[in-house]
């Protein structure tokens, strides 16, 4: 069902303002019922596109977390309409600089990467910088991830070359492994420990030429950018997926949620979309299956460390529990689930100045249980 459909499935019982962490962080957002089904209805009728929510504060306090469409007893994709009336906003209100830099985090990797790693680190550390960053709108407070000095692609393309035709013919399956600009830009070593262990179990991993998948184009307001990715996505991996039962495995909630569920919200129309969304799915649940099928095995050992695991909202939204924890009890660490809340930080939402405090007070539940821990 498409999000516009679900508008009148709304029955205003405000359920969704109970579970929205930025209704309970700020007076500034007028909360999901209202910027969402409720205006939908005038936007609906109205044929400007401007609505009866006229500023975009209403819409730009939405920081796509899932939690109001989690909450819905009805199945109203709140956060979707939200997005979709932002997108309309932005198309005739050219949004900010900041927000553009923001919304490019593998065009800005690219270029970091021109550079040594030395003076990006500097770059993005030292006082002048973030003092220029804060006065960008990128607030100073906020710490910002360092780009890593050769990406998950490069090392990939490396790799791939170095293997001898005996480790090639051991690669008897195929899975298709979608990083995403987290993995490919700021850390690699993820995308490569999921490499070793797919091989392990005789899998070839084939990384296409992927496109950011357009989680931060959305929320940043470059709808039209975002579909062009998806659009670009969907054509670099139906080939993979067409000529069997081929994974497309992410290690990034978010990733996995727009290419899951979200470009047939946003992009129902996108070609091959319907091939390629039943092949999408959880690299630890996937690694899951491997183990409990026999295909894997983990060489364990003793190991006193205690990790805390924090269950993203975007993971949480999908309603596939939550596998990355039950893979690590698998591999018996010493693990306590976090259960705190929304971490805040929304992709980009928290770094921006006018956020920053609000994403903080978000996540404040999830920073307490983790310094408890």
């Known amino acids: 069902m498409k999000p516009i459909e679900t508008v009148d499935k709304c029955t205003t019982c405000s359920t969704c303002v109970a579970y929205c962490p930025v209704t309970r962080a700020t007076r500034a957002f007028k909360g999901p019922k209202l910027t969402g089904p ?4 005038f936007r609906l009728f109205d044929e400007t596109g401007g609505g009866e929510i006229s500023e975009i504060e209403a819409l730009d306090y939405c920081s796509n977390c899932k939690n109001c469409d989690i909450a819905c007893p009805s199945g109203v994709k709140i ?12 198309r005739k209100h050219k949004p900010p600089l900041r927000d553009w830099v923001l919304a490019h985090g593998r065009a800005l990797g690219k270029l970091a990467r021109r550079f040594p790693n030395w003076m990006v680190r500097l770059g993005s ?11 960008f709108g990128v607030d100073r407070r906020a710490p910002m991830p360092v780009f890593a000095e050769r990406s998950f692609s490069e090392w990939m393309e490396a790799h791939n070359a170095g293997l001898s035709p005996t480790e090639r013919r051991n690669l008897t399956k195929k899975a298709v492994f979608f990083p995403g600009c987290f993995v490919n830009d700021y850390d690699p070593q993820t995308g490569q420990d999921l490499v070793f262990l797919l091989e392990k179990a005789g899998y070839e991993v084939i990384v296409p030429d992927f496109q950011c998948c357009g989680v931060p184009l959305v929320a940043n307001g470059f709808f039209d950018e975002a579909k062009a990715a ?7 991996l139906v080939p993979h997926v067409a000529s069997g039962d081929v994974p497309v495995l992410t290690v990034c909630p978010s990733c996995q949620l727009m290419l899951k569920q979200e470009y047939g919200e946003f992009f129902p129309d996108a070609p091959g979309l319907s091939a390629v969304v039943p092949h999408v799915q959880d690299a ?17 050992r003793e190991d006193a460390t205690k990790l805390i695991y924090h269950a993203p909202c975007h993971l949480r939204a999908q309603g596939t529990g939550k596998p990355g924890l039950e893979l690590l009890r698998m591999a018996e660490a010493h693990v306590e689930d976090a ?4 971490c805040g930080i929304s992709g980009s939402y928290g770094f921006k100045k006018e956020k920053y405090d609000v994403a903080a007070t978000v996540g404040a539940e999830l920073f307490q249980a983790v310094k408890d821990s």
Not at 79 to 90: E, F
Not at 125 to 135: E, G, I, M, P, Q
Not at 339 to 342: D, F, I, N, T, V
């Open 38 to 41: 409720s205006s939908e209805r």
């Open 79 to 90: 956060s979707t309409l939200n997005m979709l009336a932002r997108a309309d906003w932005c």
């Open 125 to 135: 550390t030292n006082a002048l910088s973030r003092l220029l960053l804060d006065k």
């Open 230 to 236: 998806a659009e670009a996505n969907l054509a670099a």
């Open 284 to 300: 630890c649940e996937f690694l899951i299956g491997l183990l409990e099928s026999g295909e894997l095995e983990l060489d364990l």
């Open 339 to 342: 259960r705190a809340g929304c």
